[in-house]
């Protein structure tokens, strides 16, 4: 088996085990929790970063769906200066 299609059967066994619905703001509304907190979380870590969100190069490895990026573009950040790579090919 090669690598892309293990990753791909631990995340088929991943999300059969969890649920459709696990990352769903919509139908679990837990997610909104876990967002709400990692949004703050995001927000007191860049206030300790002394520096310019629009000259600031940012670089996001396991950017998965593109949440935080999306995040920083909401605060300010120039997004010629933003990365985002993640493992899984269709991300």
């Given at each position: 088996?090669?690598?892309?299609?293990?990753?791909q059967?631990?995340?088929h066994?991943y999300?059969t085990?969890?649920?459709?619905?696990?990352?769903?703001?919509r139908?679990?509304?837990?997610?909104?929790?876990?967002?709400?907190?990692?949004?703050?979380?995001?927000?007191?870590?860049l206030?300790?970063?002394?520096?310019?969100p629009?000259?600031?190069?940012?670089?996001?490895?396991?950017?998965?769906?593109?949440?935080d990026?999306y995040?920083?573009?909401?605060?300010?950040?120039?997004?010629?200066?933003i990365?985002?790579i993640?493992?899984?090919?269709?991300?």
């Amino acid at each position: 088996m090669d690598k892309q299609t293990s990753q791909q059967a631990w995340y088929h066994r991943y999300y059969t085990k969890a649920g459709a619905n696990r990352n769903s703001l919509r139908a679990n509304p837990e997610v909104l929790f876990q967002v709400l907190a990692m949004e703050a979380a995001v927000v007191r870590a860049l206030r300790i970063l002394e520096h310019d969100p629009k000259t600031a190069r940012v670089f996001d490895v396991g950017c998965g769906g593109a949440g935080d990026i999306y995040q920083l573009l909401r605060i300010g950040y120039n997004p010629e200066m933003i990365t985002g790579i993640d493992i899984q090919t269709d991300r």
